[in-house]
């Protein structure tokens, strides 16, 4: 009798347990790092980073070595993985259960920051402006802003998703020290250890890689900024879930 039951979906199995789900729930927020979630979940490091290892087994989590200290590791909750296994659950549970209702209008503001300001911050605040629709207000700016915009920004939004940012010039962090953001995304390692005021702001981490690494102009360069710009694309869409009115007390901070 027992052989004929129906196996368990993976995402179940690890949401299950209690720490896991924990887990799962920070990083839905943002990147941490693991003395972060230890702190965060208080648990032992061991306990911490072995259902970190069972979560990454299952694919819902993958690590990345710092960009900033190479000692460190960020992990990262994959929510569009999370999404489709949560769905094939819910259908192999039962074929007639609804999809989530739709989100409400759109709202808010919201400001990335990286080191140069000149890839991934332009690059994450022209996709969520396009993918919102002018319904949100968008910034971005760096630390130690670079002259002007690297040219595999412009090339792979131009080439990528119609964006046009010729004209578009880099933005110093301390010029936009007394505007008031909803959420203050931080997109390098280096630019979120750097002292900063946000005020009332949920602040969330996405450790990316930087794309100027790769090279300036050949292929691999541009094969670069492309990745990173399609994980932003990905990770945009689920921070527009977070920017419908009256959900900003839903959110993680970091």
Same mark, same amino acid.
Request: net charge neutral.
């Given at each position: 009798? /027992?052989?004929? =039951?129906?196996?368990?979906p993976l995402?179940?199995?690890?949401?299950?347990?209690?720490?896991?789900w924990?887990?799962?729930?920070?990083?839905?927020?943002g990147?941490?790092?693991? $003395?972060?979630?230890?702190?965060?979940v208080?648990?032992?490091?061991?306990?911490?980073?072995?259902?970190?290892?069972?979560?990454?087994?299952?694919?819902?989590?993958t +690590? =990345?070595r710092?960009?900033?200290?190479g =000692?460190?590791?960020?992990y990262?909750?994959?929510l569009?993985?999370?999404?489709?296994?949560?769905?094939?659950?819910?259908?192999?549970?039962?074929p +007639?259960?609804?999809?989530?209702?739709?989100?409400?209008?759109l #709202?808010?503001?919201?400001?990335? %920051?990286?080191?140069?300001?000149s @890839?991934?911050s332009?690059?994450?605040?022209?996709?969520?402006r396009?993918r /919102?629709?002018?319904?949100?207000?968008?910034?971005?700016?760096?630390s130690?802003?670079?002259?002007?915009?690297h040219?595999?920004? &412009?090339?792979?939004?131009?080439?990528?998703y119609d964006?046009d %940012? /010729?004209?578009?010039?880099?933005?110093?962090?301390?010029?936009? @020290?007394?505007?008031? !953001?909803?959420?203050?995304?931080? %997109?390098?390692?280096? &630019? $979120?250890?750097?002292? $900063?005021d946000h005020?009332? @702001?949920?602040?969330?981490?996405?450790?990316?890689?930087?794309?100027?690494a790769? #090279?300036?102009?050949?292929?691999?360069?541009?094969?670069e900024?492309?990745?990173?710009?399609?994980?932003?694309?990905? =990770?945009?869409? !689920?921070l527009?879930?977070l920017?419908?009115?009256?959900?900003a007390?839903n959110?993680?901070?970091?």
């Amino acid at each position: 009798m /027992g052989d004929d =039951r129906a196996s368990v979906p993976l995402l179940m199995r690890m949401a299950a347990h209690p720490l896991r789900w924990a887990l799962m729930s920070e990083l839905a927020g943002g990147d941490r790092r693991v $003395r972060e979630l230890v702190a965060a979940v208080g648990e032992p490091q061991n306990l911490v980073s072995y259902h970190l290892r069972l979560l990454r087994s299952a694919g819902l989590v993958t +690590a =990345r070595r710092s960009t900033f200290d190479g =000692r460190d590791s960020y992990y990262h909750l994959d929510l569009a993985r999370c999404g489709r296994a949560f769905a094939e659950a819910a259908g192999a549970l039962h074929p +007639a259960l609804a999809p989530p209702a739709p989100p409400g209008p759109l #709202g808010g503001s919201v400001l990335f %920051l990286c080191t140069g300001n000149s @890839a991934r911050s332009p690059i994450a605040e022209a996709l969520l402006r396009q993918r /919102g629709g002018g319904r949100v207000e968008v910034a971005s700016a760096g630390s130690h802003p670079k002259p002007a915009l690297h040219p595999n920004t &412009v090339r792979v939004m131009r080439e990528r998703y119609d964006i046009d %940012l /010729g004209g578009k010039t880099t933005t110093a962090m301390a010029s936009l @020290a007394d505007r008031r !953001f909803d959420y203050v995304i931080t %997109l390098c390692d280096k &630019v $979120r250890e750097v002292p $900063r005021d946000h005020g009332s @702001a949920t602040t969330v981490h996405w450790s990316l890689p930087d794309p100027t690494a790769a #090279g300036s102009s050949d292929d691999a360069g541009y094969a670069e900024f492309c990745r990173v710009a399609e994980e932003i694309e990905t =990770r945009n869409q !689920f921070l527009l879930a977070l920017l419908t009115t009256g959900s900003a007390e839903n959110a993680h901070h970091d």
